[in-house]
């Protein structure tokens, strides 16, 4: 079996876009897969051009070694777009395998660990103008988990626009707005805050010591990660737990983290690590610290579908990212992909990722021109969005 061609599309679907890849073989098999660097689509199609040209021939069950090959071909190591471009192609590549043993990707990853991967909502699903009755709206319907991004409790301030963020402001509104969630949810629901990077070492120690009595099951992102030595800081700071990594590109940068005790919960995105070659890694090693994985899945049902299949597989995994705007995704772009189960996934049963693409549609969905937002503080300066 050889692959035969790479084909590339950008598909803007609910305001945003996703970068599809698919990978055909001599034998009439292909895959499917994407990259994961959001807004910075045509970067990655700029990649899978530049390394198509070495792809065409090999042998697509190859996995590892095209692996390998994408990330090392280039002299100057790593970088976001190498990395989800590599992710596109690996997951393509399980996919492909999967098709051709006619079996599920998690059976070829060791096999089942579980029955169901059980997720995690965030609040904005749930209807309801303040957190708490959102959350509370949500638990009628059946969810344990609940996410909460801050806010800063001004009414101009949007988290998918540009607006003006303020730190201050928003860790004193979102400590506020926890308190009221634990109180009307009680004790038994498990609740988490994504701070998104938005704060520093000082803000971030003291949002903590502010939720302390709500329990918070992690804090995701409160600080930005280029340098393990401010989480070091931060962590001889406060208890709280910490999920980290969701922006990380292959497994290296992950090690600080993990082996030095900063992260707690490993928030690896398989759409931006590397796909399964770089995912099964990461986890193992996280598995030797005795750390869990909470995969990020914002990025559509392809990613969806490959993170099920992936924490199907390993132990040590805690809980699933349900992103709700995934039901939004058009059935005829998408006829087939994961279907939730109250607040799980079953185990996949098709082979391969079990997911279809239509690329004969792709063209009713071209792409839309949308930026990540900016935020500024009050002053005028620019942060962290």
Same mark, same amino acid.
């Given at each position: 079996?050889?692959?035969?061609?790479?084909?590339?599309?950008?598909?803007?679907?609910?305001?945003?876009?996703?970068?599809?890849?698919?990978?055909?073989?001599?034998?009439?098999?292909?895959?499917?897969?994407?990259?994961?660097?959001?807004?910075?689509?045509?970067?990655?199609?700029?990649?899978?051009?530049?390394?198509?040209?070495?792809?065409?021939?090999?042998?697509?069950?190859?996995?590892?070694?095209?692996?390998?090959?994408?990330?090392?071909?280039?002299?100057?190591?790593?970088?976001?777009?190498?990395?989800?471009?590599?992710?596109?192609?690996?997951?393509?590549?399980?996919?492909?395998?999967?098709?051709?043993?006619?079996?599920?990707?998690?059976?070829?990853?060791?096999?089942?660990?579980?029955?169901?991967?059980?997720?995690?909502?965030?609040?904005?699903?749930?209807?309801?103008?303040?957190?708490?009755?959102?959350?509370?709206?949500?638990?009628?319907?059946?969810?344990?988990?609940?996410?909460?991004?801050?806010?800063?409790?001004?009414?101009?301030?949007?988290?998918?626009?540009?607006?003006?963020?303020?730190?201050?402001?928003?860790?004193?509104?979102?400590?506020?707005?926890?308190?009221?969630?634990?109180?009307?949810?009680?004790?038994?629901?498990?609740?988490?805050?994504?701070?998104?990077?938005?704060?520093?070492?000082?803000?971030?120690? *003291?949002?903590?010591?502010?939720?302390?009595?709500? %329990?918070?099951? #992690?804090? =995701? !992102?409160?600080?930005?990660?280029?340098? @393990?030595?401010?989480?070091?800081?931060?962590?001889?700071?406060?208890?709280?737990?910490?999920?980290?990594?969701?922006?990380?590109?292959?497994?290296?940068?992950?090690?600080?983290?993990?082996?030095?005790?900063?992260?707690?919960?490993?928030?690896?995105?398989?759409?931006?690590?590397?796909?399964?070659?770089?995912?099964?890694?990461?986890?193992?090693?996280?598995?030797?610290?005795?750390?869990?994985?909470?995969?990020?899945?914002?990025?559509?049902?392809?990613?969806?579908?490959?993170?099920?299949?992936?924490?199907?597989?390993?132990?040590?995994?805690?809980?699933?990212?349900?992103?709700?705007?995934?039901?939004?995704?058009?059935?005829?772009?998408?006829?087939?992909?994961?279907?939730?189960?109250?607040?799980? *996934?079953?185990?996949?049963?098709?082979?391969?990722? %079990?997911?279809? #693409?239509? =690329? !004969?549609?792709?063209?009713?969905?071209? @792409?839309?021109?949308?930026?990540?937002?900016?935020?500024?503080?009050?002053?005028?300066?620019?942060?962290?969005?």
């Amino acid at each position: 079996m050889k692959i035969t061609d790479i084909k590339s599309f950008i598909v803007g679907i609910n305001n945003k876009n996703l970068m599809v890849v698919k990978v055909e073989t001599d034998n009439g098999l292909y895959g499917i897969g994407q990259g994961g660097t959001t807004t910075r689509e045509e970067a990655m199609v700029g990649m899978i051009k530049h390394i198509r040209h070495f792809l065409i021939g090999k042998d697509p069950r190859r996995i590892e070694d095209i692996n390998q090959e994408i990330y090392r071909s280039q002299y100057y190591e790593g970088g976001t777009i190498i990395s989800a471009t590599t992710s596109a192609i690996d997951l393509a590549l399980w996919d492909i395998l999967g098709k051709h043993l006619n079996t599920p990707i998690w059976q070829l990853l060791g096999g089942a660990s579980r029955n169901h991967v059980t997720c995690y909502i965030d609040g904005p699903a749930g209807s309801g103008n303040t957190f708490a009755d959102q959350a509370a709206n949500l638990v009628k319907t059946g969810w344990k988990t609940i996410r909460f991004t801050p806010e800063t409790g001004d009414p101009l301030f949007r988290q998918d626009k540009d607006s003006i963020f303020e730190p201050w402001e928003s860790i004193g509104w979102t400590a506020k707005q926890m308190k009221s969630v634990r109180n009307k949810v009680g004790p038994d629901i498990k609740l988490a805050v994504d701070y998104h990077h938005r704060l520093n070492v000082a803000q971030a120690a *003291f949002f903590c010591r502010e939720v302390e009595d709500v %329990g918070l099951l #992690f804090l =995701e !992102e409160p600080i930005r990660s280029e340098s @393990p030595q401010a989480y070091a800081a931060l962590r001889q700071m406060t208890p709280m737990p910490f999920a980290i990594g969701e922006e990380f590109s292959g497994i290296y940068v992950f090690a600080p983290f993990i082996e030095q005790g900063l992260a707690n919960y490993v928030r690896l995105d398989i759409c931006n690590v590397g796909g399964f070659t770089a995912a099964r890694k990461v986890a193992a090693m996280a598995e030797a610290h005795y750390l869990d994985i909470v995969p990020h899945t914002p990025q559509g049902p392809i990613c969806l579908a490959a993170s099920v299949h992936l924490c199907s597989a390993i132990h040590n995994f805690a809980i699933l990212e349900y992103p709700w705007e995934t039901a939004k995704v058009p059935s005829d772009l998408f006829p087939r992909q994961p279907q939730l189960e109250k607040d799980h *996934f079953l185990l996949p049963q098709f082979p391969g990722l %079990g997911i279809e #693409f239509n =690329e !004969e549609v792709a063209s009713h969905y071209p @792409p839309v021109p949308w930026e990540a937002p900016h935020f500024r503080r009050r002053d005028g300066s620019f942060t962290n969005y």
